[in-house]
């Protein structure tokens, strides 16, 4: 498969494709978390391309294999963390995996579970290709710990359990930017178009930031995201959705549900309340385009969230 007929998959979907075991990972989940030794039992291994609908963390502890990470290519090397986001173009070999674990987690998990503004604390989510960072044992250990916790969590029947593992993927998040991003340089993040897509990621986080805050009444279209960085909107779309699979567009609508999602199952502000919250201006409109894209009402979805 060519880098340009890679698609966006879940991990549910890409494992299927590549027949690997599904069992560790439930196709309605936004969170999933695995050792990768009981997925990849025929070695060596070469993935299809392809490109995330998920953030993940990779943490190889003893394994040996290969990342391409749009134009760049990595060495998977014991003691590494890896971490990509949304979009990326992606394809992954595996030579020999003695210990390694992934964590792959969407956006939504993490405004219900985590933190509504999640990425005022962990604005390196947002960042569009990061070069993996070999930790010391002692800093790898002190993850190891958090991760298996996360897993020992996600297996269990704890009434709590998506509380829980909020908990201590918060723990795990601030120590990978204690360990990982202090001393980091966007500079070397990657080419022209990574540094436009992680500033529009950004854009777009502060736009709506601004939305839920009463700073503004509406989401900017594509020409007004341009402006931001002196782009013109053609340009900007192009490089968004050649890096990321995804046209402006639908970051948008990914974005307004993700929002939408948290405010009805994390708040009591009224229906009414969130429509005009989101920049719609009739409850019908913010009823139809929810039920659009999550196959169910505001009410049905803040109800079965509310019986779950």
Known sequence: MHKKEATSESLYDLYKIMELPLGSVDPKSGFTVHSLKEIFTTLPFKSVAYRPDYFSFTFVKNARG????????????PGTIYFTNPG??????????EDAYLITFKESYLKEHVHHDVYKDFSFLLTETVRPRILQPSEFDEIEQLYHQIHKEQLGQSPYKNKIIGSLFVAMLLKIKEY????????????????????FKQNLENSFRDLLNGK?????????????????PNYLSTVIKTK??????SWIADKTMAEAKSLLQNSTTSIKEITYLLGFTEATH?????????????AAYRKQHQNN
């Open 88 to 97: 990326n173009f992606r394809q992954f070999e595996w030579y020999n995996i």
């Open 66 to 77: 290969k990342y391409i990470i749009d134009e760049m290519e990595f060495l998977t090397e």
């Open 180 to 199: 990982f991003w202090q001393d980091y340089n966007p500079i070397y993040e990657g080419n022209r178009g990574s540094l436009i897509v992680k500033v």
């Open 216 to 232: 503004t009444d509406k989401i900017p279209r594509v020409q007004e995201f341009a402006v931001l960085q002196h782009l013109h």
């Open 244 to 249: 990321t699979g995804k046209a402006i567009s």
């Open 286 to 298: 913010f009823s139809n385009y929810f039920k659009k894209h999550a196959d169910l009402s505001p």
